[in-house]
């Protein structure tokens, strides 16, 4: 498994994962194996534009946004999830909070499908090996601030 940052579209061409077919209900079915065997690029990531949550004279600024990868087969295995800008411990990180979305439909070895929630939450375990934090703060401009251990004067 490899992931590159997506500039021209030959990747598309150089491809050495086994064929991948379109099923009549619109899935691409992999094994887990498979799945790990497809390199995938970044495709696009974006800021959500909603407003923070007003709380009495405060406002909680919640961050959050998504972004999508694309494999290097034809057809494209496509897989897009949501994330949150999260700070813990004074370290700021983005987490993926909640399952992605997909063409895929994971299959046992034995070639049964694997229910769609269990396949989805597969997918997830293969997006958190992925290296995206850091490729995806840099497509949206977040930076890392270098915290002060001084506290503020009033």
């Given at each position: 498994?490899?992931q590159?940052?997506?500039?021209?579209?030959?990747?598309?061409?150089?491809?050495?994962?086994?064929?991948?077919t379109?099923?009549?209900?619109?899935?691409?079915?992999?094994t887990?194996?498979?799945?790990l065997?497809?390199?995938?690029?970044?495709?696009t990531s974006?800021?959500?534009?909603?407003p923070?949550q007003?709380?009495?004279?405060?406002?909680?600024?919640?961050i959050?946004?998504?972004?999508e990868?694309?494999?290097?087969?034809w057809?494209?295995?496509?897989?897009?999830?949501?994330?949150?800008l999260?700070?813990?411990?004074?370290?700021?990180?983005?987490?993926?909070?909640?399952?992605?979305?997909?063409?895929?439909?994971?299959?046992?070895?034995?070639?049964?499908?694997?229910?769609?929630?269990?396949s989805?939450?597969?997918t997830?375990?293969?997006?958190d090996?992925?290296?995206?934090?850091?490729?995806?703060?840099?497509?949206?401009g977040?930076?890392?601030?270098?915290?002060?251990?001084?506290?503020?004067?009033?």
């Open positions: 498994m490899t590159t940052e997506s500039g021209n579209n030959d990747w598309l061409h150089r491809s050495s994962a086994p064929a991948l379109v099923s009549d209900d619109g899935y691409i079915r992999l887990w194996s498979m799945l065997g497809l390199d995938f690029s970044h495709l974006g800021l959500d534009e909603e923070g007003l709380r009495d004279a405060a406002t909680t600024t919640l959050s946004g998504y972004t990868w694309i494999s290097n087969t057809p494209a295995v496509s897989i897009g999830w949501d994330w949150l999260d700070m813990h411990d004074r370290k700021v990180s983005l987490r993926r909070i909640n399952d992605p979305r997909s063409n895929i439909l994971l299959q046992r070895d034995d070639g049964r499908d694997c229910p769609s929630a269990c989805a939450w597969q997830g375990r293969f997006v090996r992925l290296d995206w934090i850091s490729l995806v703060g840099r497509h949206i977040i930076v890392i601030p270098a915290f002060s251990r001084q506290r503020p004067t009033c």
